[in-house]
């Protein structure tokens, strides 16, 4: 028989990693950085006293196996860096919750093995890419990769990695072996009101959207707002007007997908001179590559419109693709039966962030749990979740663990 998940524990080692910050306000914790190592030091102890075989990987993820009879394992996982003044779940919670279900395992006999994984810079924050240590296991990412991407400061991962005294060059040796893996599996916080709203304490994720990212820069000339009569103009701020406003109609006529000028830089920048440059970013992102592709179409199509009415000339520069990433069925079916089982109420539901289960679901079979955030919010120091809703999420997670593995004793 095995124990329930106890929330208390799981609020205790949340607490506790909370405080390895770099900062005051909310949780910072950037990849490589003095919390970052405080959290490994952390988890390594939390995984040994779970009875796991620890080692730290060459990007700086934390590993703690626990071998079956069976040459192939199940892997849970989830980040443990997190965003400038983040929260104290994003990521984190997801390891933690792999923490207690290897503490409920401890004596219990697997065919499969148990790999709980605690991923390094799945945010990108510092070196701008994001997904390092689950593309660098899935043999995506190779040194010269690490080399090569720096941060700010010009400092690169490989280097970073080093002076953390990590072992950067040990990367092609520690890939992942994929038909050893017979299942990837995350829980993380929804980062979005929904299920909150919809009192709904598990959400059983069925994708993660694919995603188009821009950078659109457009040149016009700086006049006197004054004496500049309007149909003399070439105001950048125009065309950079029609693409938000086109972004929200094409958005909201595709069930599902969401469209984003996140940012806007524009110059001048003043009140009596029309604007000579602008630059914004543009987000799309969809369950369907489709309605990407036509978000995008559209988009263009009034910025074009509006850039010859304003006679301005324009560059869009691509920064990102991403494909949408699709959850095993068969795992989504056993997830379902072991919340059934539970009495757990669930609802199905794509994610909108990307998770190191979207880079994974390409090449292993994937799924992924989501609970509740309260008030939706995350990714600020108010980010917060039930410790009762994550244990929740443990033990319908377990359940399914135990599934998988009575395949092989078939
Ligand atoms: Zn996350």
Not at 46 to 58: P, R, T
Not at 362 to 372: E, G, I, R, S, W
Request: proline content about 4%.
């Amino acid at each position: 028989m095995i124990e329930k998940a106890e929330a208390g524990r799981i609020e205790a080692h949340l607490r506790q990693l909370a405080r390895f910050s770099d900062g005051e306000t909310g949780v910072t914790r950037l990849p490589f950085s003095p919390a970052a190592r405080k959290a490994v030091a952390y988890l390594t102890k939390k995984m040994q006293d779970a009875g796991l075989k620890v080692h730290v990987d060459a990007t700086g993820a934390v590993h703690g196996l626990r071998p079956g009879k069976n040459f192939r394992r199940i892997i849970l996982g989830s980040h443990y860096d997190s965003v400038p003044q983040g929260g104290a779940f994003d990521g984190i919670a997801g390891v933690v919750c792999g923490l207690e279900i290897a503490r409920l395992l401890q004596d219990k006999e697997l065919n499969y093995g148990l790999e709980i994984i605690a991923f390094n810079d799945e945010e990108g924050v510092r070196f701008g890419a994001g997904f390092l240590s689950s593309k660098a296991l899935l043999g995506d990412l190779t040194v010269e990769d690490l080399q090569n991407c720096r941060d700010k400061e010009g400092i690169s991962v490989y280097e970073a990695a080093k002076a953390a005294e990590l072992t950067p060059d040990n990367l092609p040796a520690e890939r992942w072996e994929l038909p050893k893996i017979r299942a990837f599996l995350e829980i993380h916080i929804e980062q979005g009101g929904v299920l909150e709203y919809q009192q709904v304490p598990l959400g059983i994720v069925t994708g993660i959207v694919g995603m188009r990212r821009y950078t659109i820069e457009i040149t016009g000339r700086a006049d006197h707002a004054g004496t500049t009569p309007m149909d003399m103009r070439h105001d950048a701020l125009w065309p950079a007007a029609a693409i938000i406003k086109e972004a929200r109609r094409v958005a909201l006529a595709c069930p599902g997908a969401v469209a984003t000028v996140g940012s806007l830089l524009m110059s001048p920048n003043a009140v009596n001179t029309v604007a000579d440059k602008v630059e914004l970013s543009l987000d799309l992102r969809s369950m369907e590559v489709r309605e990407v592709a036509h978000m995008e179409q559209q988009i263009f199509q009034a910025l074009a419109e509006a850039a010859e009415v304003a006679a301005v000339t324009y560059d869009i520069k691509p920064s990102l693709a991403s494909q949408p990433g699709f959850m095993d069925k068969e795992l989504i079916s056993y997830l379902q039966t072991s919340a059934k089982k539970k009495e757990i109420k669930t609802m199905n539901m794509h994610s909108g962030a990307g998770h190191d289960a979207l880079p994974i679901s390409a090449k292993v079979p994937t799924a992924m749990l989501f609970v509740p955030s309260k008030g939706g919010r995350s990714h600020c120091p108010e980010e917060w979740s039930n410790g009762e809703h994550l244990a929740i999420a443990v033990d319908v997670m377990l359940d399914t663990i135990l599934k998988i593995n009575q395949e092989e004793s078939l």
